[in-house]
Each structure stands twice: as structure tokens, then as C-alpha cells.
């Protein structure tokens, strides 16, 4: 049965339905028990992966793929739906807007992400896509009392809508010179085949510029800012890991495995992009005064790393790339429950609200160095390891100046990030009073942290486990 | 055999440092005598291995497959050979006995068992660090040390100079750290592999040479420049002497800081590959030393005295490096430990007395803290150089060292050997004898407990005794133990022998001249040399030049930045900006032509360009749009122009 | 295949699609009421469809798969025109302008 390979996804949608009768019907006060059965949604889903592991099969006329890269992303994508569901309970719980619909959007992002990656069809790509897409739009305008969060709203719907039939013009060239959507189909096509016509070009740019928008590459990121800045900051979190990780996901399929006939066409152009975003991500970030807005070019900047894994495009590049999701997921997970907290508290957004933090919550500022460390890269963090396999597939491949630029960009963004842990432990409080840390925001934090420095310590495991679940060999 | 065991020496202050800090609030000295156990087993057990490869034992490695990365596997693992065995003798000795000091000294603090906890989690990271056999392994030590020492030099971070102080060593050394990084990624990529013996044989083997190996050996170095306090990164050690005294004695003179020239002396084989590089070292050490020294023989602070008579000599070590005298810059490592351990103790003791660092608030101690003060001294003759004391022998060895090297570098160094005699001289003079300048204090002034006046009388014997090794007294037997290559005895040049002790009692002379008698008035001296007394006494303003430095050098970076913003990228929106108002031009003309005629078709025209332009600043959703849409369209034109 | 279908070269209708997407393109660049650029943006969206039709019928017309993914997109643009009109609505009732150079209350 087909079905029983999309179990968790059906459960997913299945609780996510429940809580939309359930928001319906519960009135404001009353819907406590929804991040609960959300987690809970998700915990199951998690459980439900397991029968699925180690098989491989192509389901739904080859539209859906089951594969060890399929499961490790909905693994990947199961954990980010706990983290950021437990991030949001208590913010969730303060608005004026019924926190029902949240969770329920939440749980479809989920789902169309969980598609995106383990589909090996451009129409349910695409699908997966506009599934998380339109329930981000919603997300992103969630306060709607709050005009920023409106805006943020508008502009991420126009950017996105405008990025989707870019996208989509794109995808009908590629179907036009192919003749199928499938990717294994295309993969299959000869490469001299498929190189002669230069509308192809013209596809390929499409196709980039669309899964750029949604991963936030330069110049397809001036949406990423705004966005992040004006969302209810639980959603800024999901932004920042969610989305970006299933384009990345869908990249993967489309480019090093379907298009791989064209590697020599998006290689360099893959590592222009990387160069540019890296760059213009870590600049624009040092003079950011909003701490939001600043882990929003910390992101575009971590995407830039990435896209060295796709220009490079070997599999030790690809595994790179999963590593770094990998823990990068969990970096931001545990980063953003410490904005959220101060964000819910009413303490700040800006950088200058962090001061003295060392003092008024000691434990969740030492979390947070643990985090700005692991995104800089220094040893024994995940944040390292993630560095170093991209660093070590770019000079494999000769992709030498781009490493080069790599490390610069990694020591530009130590400004930044200091900036916050100055802040947090060397400038005095304005209020000295001890910030509490809720049990779900804790365990976020914990978790964040403690993964960190597991996949920095023991990631042999985790390496291995990659290398099972790796789509190239 | 007792070899195979080695990993127990670290392991030990490890769990020793994890029971102090779950457990030990429920024991009524917080725990201390966990710790203290601790490293004594560890001590001992490092006496046994040294006594095994002392007795002719064969070097000990053990290492495992740590990560497997499809095909490249990265190993991990300890050595034991000569250089590790003198290293762990000497770091345990001294964490042993700084650990029963600080019973007396650290008596009554707020932290008391966290400080525990701290200090033997820094023992375990430091004997990590020596146990590696391999360049990772030794970063994660290397950084670990870092950290407790961060913590440590922070312990008192209610006030606000510990906690400056801490932030500032850890970023100063940092900057280094990130060098050595880059450094040993080079070494990885082009020999294959990090263990310190496959490196030399990569770098032996011609695998790296010329120009790259200079630049991975010389980042490699800079790791060591950031650690152990070497010019220009040295600043953060002075103020260092921020944290409690055991902590200085312990980190910032005898084991972190020289973490820097054990690193060098480790991967000596990729240095021996590149004379420039060795050139570097022995250059950096010798204006270390000399900057150093002069800026200690003005400060008035007991302790940063001895903090940049640390650097001083660390630079020595350097310079004994550098020059190729491998033996001597080990030899003066470990000489170093025990009397700078010794000073620094005493210095501890002579704060807990008075409660103050100032020597000017000090003198005639000698009377009420006899133990202190003679130790202080032993440990004083050691460091100027006085036969028979340790220091003597290990800073002959250098300077011999240099003399064949260069004689540049042999002038500074006797220079610096004859201010170390006169600052420390002076030191001793202005706190021990004379007249008590603060009656108050003096009162109240006492000798310290047995717990601290313990290990001062233990380290003073080995300020005594522990030159005996190197020297020709015993037929250079720690030259035989510890070498770089084929051992050969170096002939003892009588010369260089004779300046080494002349350049040390002319210091201690000049120093009792101007400080112990009336014969020099010193306002009259300081008012005569004003320009230089100003320069040392606020350190050559280096903390000033650093200060302006960054602080300017970020401005600069942000205004290149702005620029880039202002210009680059709202040239490029600008320009974008513009391509669409042509468009817009072009279509609003249409439009007023085909609706409203073209009566003031012109100025509608001009005015909706001026206000389409101001669209394309940022904050507007199009000029986002837009920007995207450039891309692809300018892509796809250079794309199919180049030929795709 | 019908005899009037064969007899439009496939180029004019890719033609055509082109030029229908640069409309939209056109509209979604420049006008400023968002209303009117969700309209634009489905005039790109349209343009994808008669490229996907027109791919499906001339190159594999045993196959059915372009005129399916072209259901599918005119499902998927109702849906995102409703949370669109949604989102609109909310900002002309919070700050009432629906031109949306007037929003720019996130920028640099």
C-alpha cells in the first residue's frame, strides 16, 4: 500500500485537521491542549517513519520517492515541527489572535515540506512548495493587529507569488524540451541532448531564481529581511530553519541528480551566488541593530555556505550539505527560543535589550555562546564540522577561491555575533531582575545546545548516517 | 609498564573536576581535597612514567579511527615520549602544589568549590593538550585551556576588571587561535593527516615546502604568539593578573602560557623545514623579551612585574627555539615553571598579608613574613640568572644558542638578562626590605599559613635543584632526554658565560644602587628621562594603539561597507531603478498619447520617472522585484553570450 | 490533433505565452495597487498554463501530464489569490492605503 509509505504525513494532516475543528470550536482561553497535541502530532509522526527505514521505492507513479534521503529529511523536518511548536506555546498563548489556525498552519508547512523532499517529480516539488508557501504567507501576518507583521506579510505573499511563476515558467520549459516532469526521467535524457538548446539556460535561471527566493540566496533575498523582521518571532524561527532546509532539499534533487547533465551550466553559477550571498549576508548583518533582522542575514549568510555544497555538487559536497542542515536546525532552534522568550517578555528585539543577560538568565546566555560559536564555526560545535565538510569538498574539487572566501566570511561574521555576547556579558543591565526560563522554551534550548555539541564531539554516527541516506556516491 | 596507563593522568582531574562540581557543596571544604587527591595520584603517576623513559623506555602511542569520512579516516590517539613525560611531571607538580595553596589563599570565597572544580578541569585540558599526538587533539586541549583560563581569570566577575580582563584574553588569544587553525588545516590538506609524527614526515617527504610551509608554520606560531603571550598579542597577560594569584601562578607562568612554546617544540618538525620561519620565531621572541623586560622595570604592581617578566622569558623560550637550541628552549620551560611558580606564589602570599599589589605600599616585609620573603628570593637569583640556581643554567644554554646563531639576537638577549636582574632587584627590594612604606598594612602583616608556605619551600628546593639536570655537572642529561635530531653536546663558550653572569650581576648591582641606597635620586632620574619613563610607564601604549586600532579599524570597515551599500548596491537599485523608468517612460507615454494626448505628455513623463525612481530604494516590495528579475534576465544575456 | 492546431506553428504559441508573461511581469513591476498586481501575477501564472498546454499537445500529445500540471497550477493560484486577497484586506483595514509603495514601514 502506497499509503502506508506517506504514514506520517497522513498523520501530520490528520491532527492538523482535528485542531482546526478544535480551534473552531474551543473558545480562546480554552485551547492550551493544542501545542500539546501538536507535539504530540508530530511526536507520532516521528514514529511512524520508522517502519519506512532502509527502504527503497518509488510510490504514487513514481511522483513520491521513498529513500534513505527522503527519510532523513523528514526526520529532520518531524524535529523542527516539535522545536518550533515548543518555541511558540508560550508566545502563542499571548496573542490577542486564537492560537488554533498557528499549529495547523505549522503542521501543513510541515507536510508541503516533507513533500518537497522526497519528491522526485517537479509538479509535486512544486506542490510541496506552494503547500509551505501559502501557509508562510499566513504565518508570516499572524499579529495581525501589529502593522509590521502585515507587512511582512504583504511582501513576503507578493515576492513569493511573483518568485512562483517565475518558477513555474521555468518548470513548463523544462517539461516542454523534456517532455516529462519526472527527474529520473530527465536525469536520463543525454547530456548532449539535453545541452544544445539555449532556452535551457533560460529554464535553468528560472528554476534557480525560484528555489532561490525561497532559500534566500542574493539577489533573490530582499524579501528575507523584512520578513523575518516583521513575523511573530516563532514564526521568524521557523522561517529561518524550515523552508530553507526543504529548498535546499529539492535543490539537491533538481540540480546534482536531475539536472546533472547540465552541472557544467549551474556549477559556476551556483558558486557566483554562494560568494555574493555569503558576503552580502555577513556585511549587511554587521550593521544590524535588530537582533531578528540580524539572524535574518545570518541565515542568507549560512545559506551562502551552503551553496558551495551545491556548486561543488560531489557527493562528499551533497553529504556536506545534509550535515550542515543537520545542525544548523537545531543552532537556530535553540537560538531563536531565547528570542522568542525575551521577545514575549517584553524585554526587546534589539541587540542592546541582550545587555547583561550573563547575569539575568546565566545558563541560556552560555547556550547562546555555545550557539553564535557553532554558527562561526569553531571546532567542537556542529557549526565546525558543518564548516569543514564544505570547506573540505570545495578544495577537493578545485573550488579552492571559493574555501578562500568561505573563512574570510566566517571571520567577518565574528563581528556580529560578538556584538551579542558583548552585550550579554560584558554591558550592564537596564533591569537586573533574573529573566525564568519556561519548561518548553528550556527544553528547546537544551536540546539546541546539547545537539550542538554532541555532532561536534561524536558526529561520526551521524556522518555515517549521512553517507546511508546520501543521494550521491 | 606504566606507559599504556598515561591517559589515566589526565583522566583523573577530569572526574575529579565533575565530583568537585556536583558533589562538592556537600563536603565542608567544598571538596578541595577531592581535587588535590586527584592530581597527587596524577603526579605520581607521571614521576612513573617519567622514571620508565628516563630508564630507557621506548616512546608509548596509542590512537583509534575517530572519524571516517568515506575513505579519509581521521585518527586520534596520545603519545607519550620524552618531552610529554617533563611536561607532565611539571604540570602536575605545579597544579598540585598551587591546588594546596589556594586551601589558604582562596580561604572564605564566595566560589570556593566552583574555583576547585575550574582549576582541576584546567589540569585535565592541559594534560590533555601534552598527551595529544595529534594537531586536533591538541587544539581541543588548546581551546579547552582557553576557556578555563577565561573562567578562571573571571572568578571574581562581579567587579568589573576580572571580567574586562577575562573577555580580553580570550579574544586576544583568540586571534592567534584562529591562525593556528588555518594553519593546521594547510598541514591536513597537504600532508593527509594531523598526528604531529606523519606531518614531519609529510613535511620531511617534501609533501608541503618553500613558501606554503613557512605560512602553515608561521600560522602555527601565531597560535603560540596569541597563547603564550608573545609581541603583539601579548597584552591580554598583564591584565590577566586580574584573576587570583594561584590561578596567575599556575596559568599565566608556568603552564597555559608556555602551552605556546610547547607547541612550537611539538611540531619542531615542520618548523625545521623552514629556516625563514624559525627566523620569525627567534625574532618575535627576542623583541618579546626586550619589550617586556623594559616595561617591567618601571611597573609598580608586584604582580604585573612578574606578569611581563613572564612574557619576558617566554620570549627567551622563544628565542631558544628560534635560534634551533631545541634542548635549551625546553630546558628553559621547565626551569621557568618552578621559579615563576615560586614568584607568583610568593607574590600570593605577600597579597594575602596586605591586600595590596602595590609595591609602593609594601617594604621591610622581610622581618614579618620570613618564608616569603627568603623563597622570593631563591626564586629572584634563579630567574636573574645567578649560578647555581635553575635559571642560570637553562638561560646559559640560550644565550649560547644565539650566539651562534646571530649576534643581534645574542646582544638583546644579554640585555634582557641584565634588566631581568635589575627589575626583579628592584622587586625584591622595594616589597622585602627598607622601610615599610604603609604603616598600616605593615602592622597587620603576617606569615602566611602552612598550606601556603608549603609549596613555596617545595618549589624554592627546585629553583635550586632543577638546572642540575642541563648542566655540565651532570653531563647534560636533560640534553641527552630531550633533543631535536641526532644529540650532540654543544661546547660551553666561556665568553658567553662570563656576559651571562656579568650582564645578571651588573642588573642586580644597578638595581641595589638605585633602589637599595641613597647614591641616586630617583625623581631626579625620572624627571631626566621623562620621554621614556612616560613611553614605559604606560606600557609603549600598546593597549592605546590597539584600542585606536580596532576601534578605527572598525569605523573604516564600516564605512566601506556604507559605501559599498551606498554606492554598489544603490547603484546597482539605482541603476536597475532607472532601466525600469525607461520602461515606464516609454509606456507612460503610450499611455498619455493613446488617453490624454500628449499636451503635457513631457512633464508627466519627467515627474513619474522622478517618482518611479524613488521607488527603488529599499523597504519597497517591486524594487525587490525587480532586483530579482534583473538577475535573471541579466543572467540569461551573459549566460547565452558566453555561449551556453 | 486538429487540423487547426496543426496549422499554428508551436513558436507562435510559445510566442504568445511570452508575451502574456511579460504583460504580467510588466503589471506586477509597476502598478502599485496590490490588488492589481495579484492580477498581474495571475497573468504569469495563465502564461504557464497555454506554455504547459501547448507543450502537451504538440510534443507528446498521447500524454496528458502538462494539462495536468496546468489543473493543478489554476487550483493552487485560486488558492494563493484567496490568502493573497486575504492579506490584503487586513493591511487596507489596519492602515487603510492599498498601494503597497506606501508600505515600507521594514526596511534596510
Known sequence: MDYLYILPELIIVAVALVLLVGAALSPKDRQGYMPVVATAGFLAALVAVYPALGQETNIFGRMITVDGFAQFFK?????????????????????????????????????????????????????GLELVSISSYILAGYRREDPKSNEAAIKYFLMGAIASAVLLFGLSLVYGYTGTTNLVDIAQIETKALAGPAVLGVAMFMLVAGFGFKVAMVPFHMWAPDAYEGAPTPVTAFFSIGPKAAGLAAMI?????????????????????????????NLTALSQKNIKRMMAYSSIAQVGYITIGLAVATAASVNAIMFYIMAYVFINAGLFSMIILLDERGIGQKIEDYAGLSQRAPVAAAAMVVFFIALIGIPFTSGFFAKFFIFAAAVQSGFMWLAIILAVNSAISVGYYYGVVKAMYLDAPKDASPVKVPRALGAVLLTGALATLALGVFSEPFIRLIGLASLLR | MMLPYAWLIAALPLLASLAVMFFGRRFKNGGDFIGIAAIAVSFVLSLLVFGQLAGGAEPYRFTFTWLNLGGVQVQNGIAVDNLTAIMLVVVTLVSMLVQIYSRGYMHGDVRYTRYYATLSFFTFSMLTLVLADNLLLLYIGWELVGLSSYLLIGHWFENPGPRYASMKAFITTRIGDVGLFIGIIILYLTTGAFGFPEVAAGVAAGKISGTLLTIAAILVFSGAVGKSAQFPLHVWLPDAMEGPTPVSALIHAATMVAAGVYLVARSYGIFAGSPTALGVVAWIGTITAVIAALIATLASDLKKVLAYSTISQLGYMMVGLGVGGYTAGVFHLTTHAFFKALLFLGSGSVIHALHTQEMHEMGGLVKKMPVTAWTFIIGTAALAGIPPFAGFWSKDEILLSAYHYNPIIFGLTVFVAFLTAYYMTRAVILTFFGKPRDHHKYEHAHESPANMTGPLVVLAILAVVAGFPGSPLMGNWFGKFIHFGEFEAEAAVPSVMAMAIGAALLGILVGYVIYGTRLVDRRKAIAATKPVYTFLKHKMYFDELYAYTVIGGTQVLATIAGWVDKNVVDGIVNAVGWLGAQIGNISGWFDLTAVDGAVNGVAAVVSGAGRRLRKWQTGYVQSYALTFFATVIIGVIIYELIGG | MTAAVSQIPLAYVLVFGALLFGLGLYGALLRTNAVRILMSIELMLNAVNINLVA????????????????????????SEAA???AIILEVVRRRNVIDIDKINLLKW
Open chain 3, 83 to 85: 490568502v493573497g486577497l
Open chain 3, 55 to 78: 507543450f502537451n499537445q504538440y510534443l507528446s500529445p498521447g500524454y496528458v501530464n502538462g494539462q495536468i500540471f496546468s489543473i493543478f497550477i489554476i487550483t493552487v493560484a485560486a
Open chain 1, 253 to 281: 534533487r533538481i540540480f546534482p541528480v536531475g539536472l546533472s547533465a547540465l552541472t557544467s551550466k549551474w556549477s559556476l553559477l551556483f558558486a557566483i551566488i554562494a560568494a555574493v550571498t555569503m558576503t552580502v549576508g
Open chain 1, 75 to 127: 526526520v529532520i523536518f518531524l524535529i523542527v515541527g516539535v522545536l518550533v511548536t515548543l518555541s511558540s506555546a508560550g508566545y502563542m498563548s499571548k496573542q490577542k489572535t486564537s492560537g488554533g489556525e498557528y499549529y495547523v498552519l505549522l503542521m501543513f508547512a510541515v507536510t508541503g515540506m516533507i513533500f518537497m523532499a522526497s519528491s522526485t517529480d517537479l509538479l509535486a516539488i512544486w506542490l
